[in-house]
């Protein structure tokens, strides 16, 4: 891959940190015990989370990642252009994925930010 993308994956409960970028938040539902000013988000794409089936059936069970990982893939089939707007905006600056997710191996930013790499 030629082109360098700036993407950085961090949970949502974490510090702000000032080299974060632009701070998209890729979950479905609003993370328990965070104020919307505090999280300092840059957008909330709701449309690029896995759906609520998927979300619910995953239950973050690690032995259901490569599965989830699979069908989270082709329901961002249906998201083109917003995939083609985020790796673009990763070209120039850094995009910093939150996810509300306690496992940080096994969550949809992990997954995403590989689509994004593979787009």
Do not use: T
């Not at 993407?7 to 919307?36: F, H, Q, S």
């Not at 449309?47 to 239950?59: E, H, N, V, Y």
């Not at 989270?72 to 600056?93: C, G, H, P, S, V």
């Not at 306690?102 to 949809?108: G, I, P, S, V, Y």
Request: glycine share 4%.
């Amino acid at each position: 891959m030629s082109d360098r993308l700036k993407i950085k994956l961090k949970r949502v409960y974490d510090e702000v940190a000032n080299n974060d970028g632009y701070r998209l938040l890729v979950d479905k539902i609003w993370p328990r015990g965070i104020k919307k000013e505090d999280a300092q988000l840059d957008e909330w794409n709701r449309d690029i989370a896995p759906s609520s089936d998927l979300r619910k059936w995953f239950g973050h069970d690690p032995d259901k990642f490569d599965a989830f990982a699979k069908r989270y893939k082709k329901e961002l089939d249906n998201q083109k252009e917003d995939l083609k707007r985020i790796k673009e905006m990763a070209k120039d600056k850094r995009v910093c994925l939150l996810y509300g997710a306690k496992d940080e191996a096994h969550n949809q930013a992990v997954v995403l930010k590989e689509v994004l790499e593979d787009l």
